[in-house]
T-cell receptor, first 112, second 112 residues
Framework: AQTVTQSQPEMSVQEAETVTLSCTYD???????LFWYKQPPSRQMILVIR??????QNATENRFSVNFQKAAKSFSLKISDSQLGDTAMYFC?????????FGKGTRLHILP | DADVTQTPRNRITKTGKRIMLECSQT?????MYWYRQDPGLGLRLIYY???????NKGEISDGYSVSRQAQAKFSLSLESAIPNQTALYFC???????????FGPGTRLTVT
């Protein structure tokens, strides 16, 4: 069975700093997708970034980037120049066969 | 207008009552999903549908049923609500490629 583990339940960083959220997953599959979703206090689920497992290049979206280590089954999210609006729950997720499995989330606080 | 809408946004009901949560989408997607979010547990898949005639159980389908009335509509029912079904419920859609899901705003359900 696939599982997704986020080992940091909660984190706090100062505005403008860089923060890295950890995620590991377990699968025997070779082709799959990985995601980071953001859930701000509005509770809307927002896709932050997506990584295809067959791509070696790490995905980047503006201030958000990932460190994808396929052999280690690790998929961390780096937020650069953090902003107050980045305060949210962040969920790592794994998709295979059109179904997504979510981690339990990391609550991130950006401090002014 | 939002692409994925959910009604109601908030609902309080009593134990034993039947309740229906509705989801509509204007994205033209074939695939629709219902998730449940509990604090500290992330999102878990309840049911999913890849087209009008295709309904599948997810990880936690017990106590729930669904109806796919049309491509654009997917309803979740609790036949006899119980307090541990108190949660935030999300509907999501994806196209035939399935590698990105679009979430509705969520329905907060409280069963007293």
């Amino acid at each position: 069975a696939q599982t997704v583990t986020q080992s940091q339940p909660e984190m706090s960083v100062q505005e403008a700093e860089t923060v890295t959220l950890s995620c590991t997953y377990d699968t025997s599959e070779n082709n799959y997708y990985l995601f980071w979703y953001k859930q701000p206090p509005s509770r809307q689920m927002i896709l932050v970034i997506r990584q295809e497992a067959y791509k070696q290049q790490n995905a980047t979206e503006n201030r958000f980037s990932v460190n994808f280590q396929k052999a280690a089954k690790s998929f961390s999210l780096k937020i650069s120049d953090s902003q107050l609006g980045d305060t949210a729950m962040y969920f790592c997720a794994f998709m295979r066969d059109d179904k997504i499995i979510f981690g339990k989330g990391t609550r991130l606080h950006i401090l002014p | 207008d939002a692409d994925v809408t959910q009604t109601p946004r908030n609902r309080i009901t009593k134990t034993g009552k039947r309740i229906m949560l509705e989801c509509s989408q204007t994205k033209g997607h074939d695939r629709m999903y219902w998730y449940r979010q509990d604090p500290g547990l992330g999102l878990r898949l309840i049911y999913y549908s890849f087209d009008v005639k295709d309904i599948n159980k997810g990880e936690i389908s017990d106590g729930y049923s669904v109806s796919r009335q049309a491509q654009a509509k997917f309803s979740l029912s609790l036949e006899s609500a119980i307090p541990n079904q108190t949660a935030l419920y999300f509907c999501a859609t994806s196209d035939h490629r399935g590698y990105e899901q679009y979430f509705g705003p969520g329905t907060r359900l409280t069963v007293t």
